[in-house]
């Protein structure tokens, strides 16, 4: 069975840009979460989408927003790009079914802003 | 809110037995995950726990103390690949969710 993918796995922007970044869960999984990891801050939740539909929100501002695909694909878009931004962004898939299921993490798109 | 403390850095010998503890504060409780994440890699599952007591795989075992809102990792015969971060974390919330509250990892290195 594939594990979860993600591209590209490193990025390079400048600030004020935007950037989107994919994530491909493992067959069969309905449940995709994201995760930004810094140095400073550790591992801090994004969102997470089951379905097409978010489900789960964490504390970031709107300028990081996702989706989700009816293939369960995902992509997460950050919109003006600040140098905080720089960090590892993590996506996770599981089956999202009834109770709480062990996240697969992929190895994650290392964003560098400028 | 949900916390999670863990220690930052510890170190130890090829060979012995190192126990990283973790204590958490949650609005209900839903388990707790341990994630092992070797320097520039993605995390990767190691334990779950729900229920109280000692859990084994192979040389790793976790802990889990609901009352005391407390769980450790122990992992014996320690191998230098053991070099890592280990990570804490607690699903947020009750019912389905894919949203885990970490804590800030704690970096364990393996000395020969």
């Known amino acids: 069975k594939a594990g979860v993918t993600q591209t590209p796995r490193y990025l390079i922007k400048t600030r004020g840009q935007q950037v989107t970044l994919s994530c491909s869960p493992i067959?069969?999984?309905?449940?995709v979460s994201w995760y930004q990891q810094t140095p400073g801050q550790g591992l801090q939740f994004l969102f997470e989408?089951?379905?097409?539909?978010?489900?789960n929100k964490g504390n970031f501002p709107g300028r990081f927003s996702g989706r989700q695909f009816s293939n369960s694909r995902s992509e997460m878009n950050v919109s003006t790009l600040e140098l905080g931004d720089s960090a590892l962004y993590l996506c996770?898939?599981?089956?999202?079914?009834?109770?709480?299921?062990?996240?697969?993490f992929g190895p994650g798109t290392r964003l560098t802003v400028l | 809110g949900q916390n999670i403390d863990q220690p930052t850095e510890m170190t130890a010998t090829e060979g012995a037995i190192v126990q990283i503890n973790c204590t958490y504060q949650?609005?209900?409780?839903?388990?707790l995950f341990w994630y092992q994440q070797h320097a520039g890699e993605a995390p990767t599952f190691l334990s779950y726990?729900?229920?109280?007591g000692l859990e084994e795989k192979g040389r790793f075992s976790s802990f889990l103390s609901r009352s005391k809102g407390y769980s450790y990792l122990l992992l014996k015969e320690l191998q230098m690949k053991d070099s890592a971060s280990y990570l804490c974390?607690?699903?947020?919330?009750?019912?389905?969710?894919?949203?885990?509250?970490f804590g800030q990892g704690t970096t364990l290195q393996v000395k020969p």
């Open positions: 996770a898939s599981s089956s999202g079914l009834a109770g709480v299921r062990e996240q697969f």
């Open positions: 067959s069969g999984h309905r449940s």
């Open positions: 989408y089951f379905s097409e539909t978010q489900r």
């Open positions: 949650t609005s209900g409780f839903n388990g």
């Open positions: 726990n729900v229920l109280d």
């Open positions: 974390a607690a699903p947020h919330g009750s019912g389905n969710t894919g949203k885990l509250i």
